[in-house]
């Protein structure tokens, strides 16, 4: 590997408001604007909000409509959301968030379990969500869940998610974010999987999401730079999962992925020192330890 | 990155019996001896099993001769101990251990801070504990500590660590091992040094020793492994550093490296399983959780 290997920049989307949060005991309002504020002043330039979903399912995003009222602050910023059905996305471009990330399993065990549906199923209301989205002036991304492994169904082939991943973007998906949902990729899986999916839809962006729970999360992310990828997610802290959950394992920390790529020469626009600033607000409105090394190194010292 | 890109097969050596514990309040000599008897079940074929070193500063080798006197019981495992100095080399000698990592500072600062001399004369006693190992029948690896950075003197000229590698080999080290002493090493610079130094030494064996301080340990570790390294140091559990020092942490996680090269197709001869039984084991010698994510996930499931 060498710095032609790597791109000149790259563009970091910040998931913790969304991801992070998701599994925590929901937080009031006021802090999560708080978290918010701490983050669009880092040089992030989009960052996930929050998430349209079953109130019932997920606590923590209920008032997702309250959120997405306040948003307009941050002018700056480009804020999504992830909705997991049509009446999400009505949900969300009714109150003015119409960049959204629409979640599909690419595995049948993790579609009924997340949905129950279908993966072909969840699949075709691109087409609905699409024109709703398109018709706000957004642009939207099929998120892809269990791209590599499905804790269900074990190993996801490859070319299913290829086959997902065509149809996604046949039916109006404007990019395709790969997600290593339950964090067991490896870096070699990533690049072939990146080759693959990019070779069956060239026009396509393609970003991808690690956990990481079996520490190979910023060894993804580095396979994923050097196949091209230039869209990835992170999170501050390495919010993500849950103290109390079996096995979770948040995201790749933002200020780990940062640290690693700048230093590497690649560009991410974003301020190492003013995430940290972000995490430690995080850690305390979340009021547990975050996972992140660089962040336990900084606030050891 | 392709599967060409990797070797085979690579050799980790387990340091956490030694690196791992040396900044941890002293274990009992049995304490140790269960968790090298775990070890050896592994697999892994190098453990470095103490440091004969100055008891004051590192009372947790204290008794290396005790622990070197039970090594035996494990034949298959090839045992090697860290050494600072000629009389630290001197007494693992004395009692059969014949392997020996002698640590010298590439930087100045850390050099004075570590043994209190430059690292032009620490580097001189390589001749006279060569000589030693030699004799015994042994091998001696030049563990060149600052390699990338210095907590002292900030970034290691590469111009530096490549000077001092070559006198080390010259003056008998028979492999030389780059040390992230801090843990600040990124995938790029892993591979600059090491075409680098292989440069300057094309027939000396070049091993790596990582940190995971910033979250980047295995991303640096794929990134020698891509580069043609074949030999890496990782302790179970990510033991290392201590929960009480400032900013401390610990190797790459032996089981998380294992993972991450497997799922590569590069073998390790390492049981993953195995490997987490040890550090179910070293978790409950220590007393406190092992950092290691894999290791997390695991335990929580």
């Not at 910040?14 to 918010?36: H, W, Y």
């Not at 802290?237 to 780990?256: K, M, V």
């Amino acid at each position: 590997m060498t710095r032609r290997d790597l791109p000149a920049t790259v563009d970091i989307r910040e998931v913790g408001p969304r991801d992070g949060l998701q599994l925590e005991a929901p937080l009031p309002l006021q802090d999560r604007l708080a978290i918010l504020k701490a983050l669009a002043k880092t040089g992030l330039r989009r960052i996930e909000a929050t998430a349209f979903v079953s109130p019932k399912a997920v606590p923590a995003h209920s008032d997702a409509e309250l959120l997405a009222d306040e948003l307009e602050r941050w002018p700056h910023v480009e804020f999504s959301a992830l909705v997991a059905s049509v009446g999400g996305a009505r949900r969300a471009v009714g109150c003015g968030v119409a960049n959204l990330e629409y979640v599909i399993s690419v595995s049948e065990g993790h579609s009924q379990a997340n949905v129950r549906r279908r993966t072909a199923d969840a699949t075709a209301d691109i087409a609905e969500i699409a024109q709703l989205v398109h018709q706000a002036g957004g642009q939207l991304e099929a998120i892809l869940a269990t791209s590599w492994d499905c804790p269900f169904d074990g190993r996801t082939p490859i070319e299913r998610t290829v086959e997902v991943a065509q149809r996604a973007v046949a039916l109006g998906a404007d990019r395709i974010c790969l997600a290593d949902t339950i964090g067991t990729a490896t870096p070699l899986r990533v690049t072939s999987l990146i080759h693959a999916v990019r070779e069956a839809i060239p026009d396509t962006e393609i970003a991808v999401h690690f956990h990481n729970t079996r520490g190979s999360g910023l060894a993804c992310s580095l396979a994923a730079v050097q196949a091209g990828v230039t869209q990835l997610d992170a999170s501050v802290g390495g919010l993500g999962g849950c103290p109390f959950a079996p096995g979770a394992s948040g995201n790749i920390a933002t200020e780990e992925l940062i640290y690693m790529l700048e230093e590497s020469g690649v560009h991410t626009g974003v301020d190492l020192d003013t995430v940290l600033t972000a995490a430690a607000l995080v850690e305390r409105a979340v009021g547990h330890q975050l996972q992140s090394n660089l962040f336990r190194a900084t606030v050891q010292t």
